[in-house]
């Protein structure tokens, strides 16, 4: 079913038992904040999605704040209307390799989009009153973590679409212990733009639109229909329209609305819209702490900052929050599902024998075969596969630092199962490749850092989990397991008497 905005998919939830209303008092300043150990607890019990509406050190306390909603793989599932991660992979991937499935988005009035209820001009903008302040951890600034950003290619006027983070510096440390300007605090915003060299599309954009001496407009739109969040987050071909993308998984056109002061149009039921442009000669800013996707905090980042033009949002608004830190965490699976299916989808269209991608919390790629053994097409087909992942279009899988291929009847989905196929079925040295210059993920911190302070070019381990046939051997050892049709036959015989 699709959403028309993230109130909708809220309202789903609590239908569905998956939101609660949090009235107990929770700390959300600086330095002393409650939030990272909320996320810790909810992770590590699959718990709900909250709404928090009793926030102490928190700036703008009439504006509640929704967290965790996308803390399982259920609820992720649940934003493009399906429940299985692996039916909600399939679709995803099915879209995404179809562009006639995908529906262009339309334009609606002013007077049509939620967004534009309440106006702020660009001489009122004062950000630490009118953008919500949340922090977690020992983060050292507060940071927009529900923004779907928008920019155009300064050469061909296509349009990006990513969900990027952005740096607020009010009341923030700087992370080498300098002082923020007032001008920084209350009118600037920096966002996670990997642009010098570009590692991202709207880092593509900034770079030309720096080389070529011109501005740069961006909108940032906060908290969408979850569809979109979706769409941003996947590595759509550069040039085509995530915003289409995001018709194609929700079943139907987006509504968008004209930006006032930069010439780009949102989503027109987002709750909070910011206007800005970058500036040719773009001022870059010290930040830090920031915690990461993976688990560890980034003391000082390099980061493009922009001009705030005009902030538009819903009457009532809601905020979304959220941290980056030791996996699991809220929105872990959201940005997970894109990675699998977009390598699921260029696999499958050249490699019929892959089954599923799972990436784990912490960015372990496992891709499952329909066959193994002597059904295999050829040999050494394990290792073709792992060269596929790194040789894969779109930007997750040339990314890959660990890559594991197994066959049908290992559970991907189980470390469990995948660390018995690595201890039965692989000789360490025969059966891996080491890659000693791959594209690094831009986070891991123990790879070279770049002048941004992001890792640029790491090194990958690939490891053939399949049977070893032919490579090795004519037959191998029969597994030992019952049938599990079986195992629920005995289980139902006897579920009374071990109750």
Not at 73 to 90: F, Q, S, V, Y
Not at 200 to 221: D, N, R, T, V
Request: with cysteine; charged share 25%; proline share 7%.
């Amino acid at each position: 079913m699709p959403y028309k905005d993230m109130r909708d998919f809220l309202a789903h939830l609590r239908k569905d038992g998956q939101l609660k209303d949090i009235n107990i008092p929770l700390k959300a300043g600086r330095d002393t904040n409650d939030l990272q150990a909320l996320m810790r607890h909810l992770a590590e019990t699959d718990g709900p999605a909250l709404i928090l509406n009793n926030l102490t050190d928190y700036n703008t306390p009439d504006i509640p704040v929704i967290f965790n909603p996308f803390g399982t793989r259920e609820r992720t599932a649940m934003t493009i209307g399906e429940r299985d991660p692996l039916e909600m992979k399939k679709k995803h991937a099915r879209v995404l390799a179809d562009q006639s499935l995908w529906h262009e988005p339309v334009i609606v009035e002013r007077d049509a989009a939620p967004c534009k209820e309440v106006v702020i001009d660009e001489a009122d903008i004062a950000l630490d009153k009118q953008l919500p302040h949340v922090w977690f951890g020992e983060e050292g600034s507060s940071f927009i973590c529900g923004g779907v950003v928008t920019t155009r290619d300064p050469e061909t006027g296509e349009r990006n679409v990513g969900w990027y983070r952005l740096t607020q510096f009010w009341n923030a440390r700087h992370g080498t212990g300098g002082d923020y300007s007032e001008k920084r605090q209350t009118r600037q915003l920096s966002i996670f733009a990997f642009w010098n060299p570009p590692m991202s599309h709207i880092g593509l954009h900034l770079a030309k639109a720096q080389a070529m001496g011109k501005p740069l407009e961006i909108a940032i739109a906060c908290q969408c229909d979850p569809a979109i969040h979706l769409a941003a987050c996947t590595s759509v071909p550069f040039g085509q329209d995530e915003f289409a993308y995001a018709g194609g998984l929700r079943g139907e056109a987006i509504e968008l609305v004209k930006c006032d002061t930069v010439d780009l149009e949102v989503p027109a039921s987002a709750e909070f819209v910011i206007e800005g442009v970058f500036q040719p000669n773009v001022e870059q800013e010290i930040i830090g702490w920031h915690s990461n996707t993976v688990g560890y905090y980034d003391k000082v980042q390099l980061f493009p900052v922009l001009d705030v033009t005009r902030i538009t949002h819903r009457k009532n608004p809601l905020w979304y929050a959220t941290i980056e830190m030791l996996p699991p965490f809220d929105h872990n699976y959201l940005a997970i599902i894109p990675i699998e299916g977009e390598l699921l989808a260029d696999l499958q269209r050249k490699i019929p024998e892959v089954r599923d991608v799972v990436v784990t919390p912490n960015l372990t790629y496992i891709v499952q075969l329909t066959v193994d053994g002597q059904r295999k097409p050829h040999a050494e087909f394990g290792k073709y596969v792992l060269h596929a992942v790194w040789g894969a279009s779109g930007r997750w899988g040339r990314t890959a630092k660990w890559v594991i291929v197994v066959g049908p009847d290992v559970d991907p989905y189980d470390l469990t199962s995948v660390e018995w196929a690595l201890q039965t079925r692989v000789q360490p040295y025969s059966d891996t490749i080491i890659n000693k210059s791959g594209q690094a993920m831009v986070l891991d911190p123990s790879a070279p850092k770049g002048d941004q302070g992001f890792a640029v070019v790491g090194e990958q381990i690939g490891i053939d989990a399949t049977i070893k046939i032919p490579e090795r051997f004519d037959d191998y050892a029969p597994v030992s397991k019952p049938d599990p049709a079986h195992v629920d036959k005995i289980a139902e015989l006897l579920k009374d008497a071990l109750l």
